[in-house]
């Protein structure tokens, strides 16, 4: 199971929201590339980058930080979502180094757009999957949809999608503990592998997603724990080095 440090950006800042609220943000730095390379020295194997502007506006709007974030560490692998609603826009992350993109409304609003990426770009394309008590939301989860979850998933199952980021928003951001019942539960029922994501609190979050990485567990995303110190990167790898 790898770990995933997440910087979300808002206005060129790091920041975290609560259950995805832009008016609740905490800003945790104003140098995400010094934040990409403190992570990336301790160790990570991979970066979980947001645009959450992006996300809201529907567009690119921090694509700068986030082609400097990927050209100062050309090994690392970097996952990017938010606002991704064409080609142009994945062809220009790629193009800059980014390894996978991360799309979640289009994957509800047009899901041809994910055969189409599948396609193009092989290996690529990671479907977001965010979900307010079980049911998909979009637009930077500011609205609903007549979606489950594993609905969507299954939708996905035979395109190619490398992964399946799914985020609790409920959980995201709240320091609650991870919503490890469903991400398994969702987990089993796809034979794609999924990244959890929201409400990542401590080292039993850890312990208990890599307990449950037979379901078909591949990653966890960690934001606010790690900027607020309540797990430290290097002793969780340990830990999944361990066991």
Known sequence: MILIPAIDLKQGQCVRLRQGNMEDSTVFSDDPVAMAGKWADLGCSRLHLVDLDGAFQGEPINADVIE???KSLPDLPIQIGGGIRNIETVESYLEAGVSY???GTMAVKRPEFITQLCA???GCVIVGIDARDGMVAVHGWAEGSDHTASELALRFEDQGVSAIVYTDINRDGMMQGV?????AELAESISVPVIASGGVTDMQDIIKLNEAKSCGIEGVVIGRALYERTISLPEAQSYIDQH
């Open 101 to 103: 993109v991360i799309i």
């Open 120 to 122: 193009e770009f092989p």
């Open 68 to 70: 400097e974030i990927s």
């Open 179 to 183: 919503n490890v019942e469903a991400t």
